[in-house]
């Protein structure tokens, strides 16, 4: 049976951004309460893990679309809960990065991104697992997993508490000697940063693999074996400027999947949290896995 659309769910983490004041109900009520047969509700999370099993439950209680109101964590979790379901997800931007919205074309703005609720265009993305952990946008080894431990360690949210732990941290990592199984090569290297990117972009528009089409079937592997000074600032551009991949800062492999071990523990994030520590990573796609509700400027 074909979900219905007009049935959906709101999973809402109170504590993603900035703004704790935001007013869900509200805003549900002057966009969604005059659209003839439309029905929706809205489940609050309570704990770490919770979206995910709200929105198994909601699966099952006949929803067509389940809708992550929160940041990537929040996303991943409730993807990671309508995985098999054949269930849609949405996505109402609200965390510090949110890079899976950023890449579906739907609005930062919260009434235009509702909207877009109305009538969904629902497109099927593929799906990124690393030792069998979904991840949605981009998943990675190295100093980004370590400022994302830090991350949520410090406190305080959004882009600058970001930037200033990233800072502080730049000058304490350092690199871990891997090999890397990619495309029938082993390579010998050593691993600042290793990306694994579905989407283009981590979030706030840092795009570590412009390039990536979240429909194609593959992922964008992205490696920083080291990050001397010149290099990082070279890096910092080419994030911004959306060309690293053309920068000679970064090394960029296409391929359907990765294996990377190490003598010492790696740490990695997924979707931009950190998720723990392995001496040996397996990373893998799973084609157009996972129905979402995308933007009216999304082409891929």
């Known amino acids: 049976m074909t979900p219905d659309c007009r049935r959906l769910c709101f999973i809402f983490n109170p504590i993603s951004g900035t703004n704790r004041r935001f007013d869900l109900p509200g805003l549900l009520s002057r966009q969604l309460g005059n659209t003839p047969g439309l029905y929706y509700e809205v489940q609050p999370t309570h704990y770490a893990g919770h979206a995910e099993e709200l929105a198994r439950t909601a699966a099952a209680n006949g929803f067509g679309v389940v809708v992550a109101v929160g940041g990537?964590?929040?996303?991943?979790?409730?993807?990671?809960?309508?995985?098999?379901?054949?269930?849609?997800?949405?996505?109402?931007?609200?965390?510090?990065?949110?890079?899976?919205?950023?890449?579906?074309?739907i609005p930062l703005g919260m009434a235009a991104a509702v909207s877009l609720l109305r009538q969904p265009r629902v497109l099927p993305i593929d799906v990124g697992r690393l030792n069998g952990k979904p991840f949605f946008c981009t998943a990675g080894l190295g100093f980004d997993a370590h400022v994302s431990r830090c991350f949520?360690?410090?406190?305080?949210?959004?882009?600058?508490?970001?930037?200033?732990?990233?800072?502080?941290?730049?000058?304490?990592?350092?690199?871990?000697?891997?090999?890397?199984e990619v495309n029938g090569q082993l390579l010998r290297t050593t691993c600042y940063v290793l990306a694994f990117?579905?989407?283009?972009?981590?979030?706030?528009?840092?795009?570590?693999?412009?390039?990536?089409?979240?429909?194609?079937?593959?992922?964008?592997?992205?490696?920083?074996?080291?990050?001397?000074?010149?290099?990082?600032?070279?890096?910092?551009?080419?994030?911004?400027?959306?060309?690293?991949?053309?920068?000679?800062?970064?090394?960029?492999?296409?391929?359907?999947?990765?294996?990377?071990?190490?003598?010492?523990?790696?740490?990695?994030?997924?979707?931009?949290?950190?998720?723990?520590?392995a001496t040996d990573v397996s990373v893998a796609l799973e084609p157009q896995a996972l129905p979402v509700v995308v933007g009216h400027s999304f082409t891929q």
Do not use: K
């Open 72 to 105: 990537d964590g929040t996303v991943n979790e409730v993807g990671r809960g309508l995985l098999g379901t054949g269930v849609a997800m949405g996505v109402l931007p609200r965390g510090s990065g949110n890079g899976l919205a950023r890449h579906l074309g």
């Open 197 to 277: 990117a579905n989407a283009a972009q981590y979030g706030n528009n840092a795009y570590i693999a412009p390039l990536a089409n979240i429909r194609d079937g593959l992922l964008d592997m992205c490696l920083i074996d080291e990050m001397p000074l010149s290099r990082a600032l070279r890096v910092a551009y080419g994030l911004a400027a959306g060309d690293l991949p053309t920068s000679g800062a970064a090394a960029y492999h296409t391929t359907h999947t990765v294996r990377v071990r190490s003598e010492q523990p790696l740490g990695f994030h997924l979707d931009g949290d950190f998720a723990g520590e």
């Open 152 to 180: 949520a360690a410090a406190g305080t949210r959004g882009l600058a508490t970001y930037v200033r732990v990233a800072l502080r941290e730049y000058g304490r990592y350092r690199a871990t000697p891997v090999q890397i």
